[in-house]
């Protein structure tokens, strides 16, 4: 037996000791896997729940749905309101603990009164680096973590989810479109509506993997390596800023080290979360 069909045996034996589950599931590669495996182990035991707020795009919806469908997964939608909250609003480094703070009350209180034993999420192997203060909310929420407690890298998920045909095997990471804000830069619906259209248009464009970087009247494109030298001509430079400008940005710029994820974290100090 292979390495990874040990880890995935490890993560089937851990969910089926499981009376019931709550999986929060955003509709990226790792909740999906984990809905799929949770729903394999438990059946009808479990519920999906993805969280609706100002931060989760339509595209996000739409994939989510789609994949509860095909895979007839139990699954629910709750609003959460993290936009309201002053101190989410505020944007500094741990903003993501009061987003996370907020949908595991949630889910902690959708547990309590459906009498499900535990709520899980999607955190992997790989999520330990970086600056991740909504794994400090999952810790005081004790919420479970099955797919880290197993092993599995992001890898180990994309091919377990590949092998279970699961439609966003491949799919790009998507972190919530706060995420796009510069710290210190108020998030309101209103730019979280300006970066969720910027993406769109990109992703019109063709480019698959990027992020638009909100840094107030500054727009910086991030666009994966491999994908630069279609972006890096005079054309798209035009197309960007009849993009952007329309959008309230005075400058549109278009960042030459590429896409890469927890760009907005490099200047943070490294701490434990």
């Not at 895979?71 to 709750?78: G, N, T, V």
Request: net charge neutral; charged share 25%; with cysteine.
């Amino acid at each position: 037996m292979s390495e990874l069909e040990n880890k995935e045996k490890r993560l089937e034996a851990e969910l089926k000791k499981m009376p019931s589950l709550i999986v929060a599931y955003s509709g990226g590669v790792d909740s999906a896997y984990l809905a799929y495996a949770a729903h394999r182990a438990l059946g009808d035991r479990m519920l999906a729940v993805t969280a609706l707020s100002a931060s989760y795009s339509e595209r996000d919806l739409r994939e989510a749905q789609a994949c509860v469908a095909r895979f007839k997964l139990p699954h629910e939608f709750i609003n959460t309101d993290e936009v309201s909250n002053p101190a989410y609003r505020a944007n500094n480094p741990d903003r993501c603990f009061f987003c996370k703070d907020e949908l595991f009350n949630k889910l902690d209180a959708l547990a309590s009164d459906r009498g499900f034993a535990a709520v899980a999420y999607g955190v992997n192997v790989d999520d330990q680096g970086d600056w991740r203060p909504g794994q400090r909310a999952a810790r005081k929420h004790q919420v479970l973590t099955p797919l880290l407690d197993a092993g599995l890298t992001k890898a180990d998920i994309r091919e377990l989810a590949r092998a279970a045909n699961l439609p966003v095997w491949n799919r790009p990471a998507s972190a919530c479109l706060s995420s796009r804000i510069a710290y210190g830069i108020e998030v309101t619906p209103e730019r979280l509506a300006v970066v969720e259209k910027g993406e769109e248009a990109l992703r019109a464009l063709g480019f698959r993997q990027f992020r638009v970087r909100h840094h107030d009247n500054l727009v910086r494109v991030e666009i994966a390596p491999e994908e630069l030298p279609r972006a890096l001509t005079p054309e798209m430079a035009r197309k960007f800023v009849e993009i952007f400008k329309p959008l309230g940005f005075n400058f549109v710029t278009l960042d030459l080290e590429g896409y890469r994820t927890g760009s907005l974290n490099t200047h943070l100090v490294k701490i434990s979360s």
